[in-house]
């Protein structure tokens, strides 16, 4: 037998480099970050506080906005101390506990931009029926995205509970995600890793769900006579449609695969790209691309003006 006890703090090794380099990713991330937290509260902001943009994609939108902002804030500032000091340990609570976080707000995530996608085909191919239907299941919408959220993490959660870590307890990483974790891992990771591609498929079924709903939004949009108004009809949902593309492209390229040999160097940037790239794109594209929401915050930058007048 071999003596396996469990490690009680991990070593975070970040990007290492010379000191300028960490430096000047600091800055690079940090404003990056500023840019998120200030993005997505505007559009919490915007959507609390104005009585038209009270509608359910709305309301999901704001949601949504909070799980990126939650997901960067659950691992940035601790990255940021990573780069300044060059590696960082971090507990074995600490580290279960950012897991638990990342994958609970990820799959929040996934599930908001799922749920968007019926309420744009309810809006399009069922319009008659759209607020009866959506204001009766809004709220529930929003609770079973929080539960199933809650059940897809606690079950790999458990699961880590279980394993040993005795070969070493460094983790060239930035934070502390599953396939890094698992790397260290002495015992069995079967179940774990089996786990991992159930959730998969799930996200996979979620991707279904929204090609499926796009599809039938497009039959509907071609029957439409009028150029005009198939335009008008596609510009409620491409803002929508962009966040999709965004969020499976990086969730793929990262957790595509769960039995993919690890490799720190592509792991890193690949997870960059879901950390940061998204939650700094979305809010972007919603007040860039959305008309509701522009309109808003032109109302918004006319009322400053009048008051500083």
């Known amino acids: 037998m071999i003596n396996r006890t469990l490690a009680k703090e991990f070593l975070l090794l970040g990007f290492g480099g010379h000191q300028n380099i960490r430096a000047l990713l600091f800055t690079l991330f940090f404003f990056v970050y500023v840019i998120i937290i200030f993005g997505n509260l505007l559009?919490?902001?915007?959507?609390?506080?104005?009585?038209?943009l009270h509608s359910p994609m709305y309301v999901f939108l704001?949601?949504?906005?909070?799980?990126?902002?939650?997901?960067?804030?659950?691992i940035v500032p601790n990255m940021l101390a990573v780069i300044l000091e060059g590696s960082k340990t971090i507990s074995f609570s600490g580290c279960l506990t950012q897991l638990f976080f990342h994958g609970l707000f990820g799959y929040m995530e996934c599930l908001y931009l799922t749920v968007?996608?019926?309420?744009?085909?309810?809006?399009?191919?069922?319009?008659?029926q759209y607020i009866s239907i959506m204001d009766v299941m809004l709220k529930r919408y929003i609770v079973l995205v929080w539960?199933?959220?809650f059940i897809l993490v606690i079950v790999p959660l458990i699961l880590l509970l279980q394993l040993y870590f005795c070969d070493s307890n460094v983790i060239d990483f930035f934070f502390c995600d599953l396939t890094p974790l698992l790397a260290l891992s002495c015992s069995d990771t079967f179940k774990v890793k089996t786990e991992?591609?159930?959730?998969?498929?799930?996200?996979?079924?979620?991707?279904?769900?929204?090609?499926?709903?796009?599809?039938?939004?497009?039959?509907?949009?071609?029957?439409?006579?009028?150029a005009l108004g198939r335009q008008k009809t596609f510009s409620t949902c491409s803002s929508h449609l962009l966040a999709v593309f965004f969020f499976f492209l990086t969730i793929i390229s990262v957790y595509g695969n769960p039995t993919k040999v690890y490799s720190s160097t592509i792991s890193k940037l690949q997870s960059?790209?879901?950390?940061?790239?998204?939650?700094f794109f979305n809010p972007i594209i919603y007040t860039l691309r959305n008309k509701e929401i522009k309109s808003v915050l032109h109302k918004l930058k006319n009322s400053l003006k009048n008051r500083n007048h």
Do not use: H, K
């Open 43 to 52: 559009i919490i902001g915007l959507v609390g506080t104005n009585q038209s």
């Open 196 to 226: 991992a591609i159930v959730s998969s498929v799930l996200v996979a079924l979620c991707l279904f769900l929204i090609v499926s709903s796009y599809v039938c939004i497009l039959l509907t949009i071609f029957r439409i006579p009028s």
């Open 62 to 74: 704001s949601n949504l906005s909070f799980s990126e902002i939650m997901i960067t804030t659950n």
């Open 116 to 128: 968007m996608s019926y309420d744009r085909y309810l809006a399009v191919c069922n319009p008659l």
């Open 147 to 149: 539960i199933s959220s």
């Open 272 to 279: 960059l790209l879901y950390v940061l790239g998204t939650p």
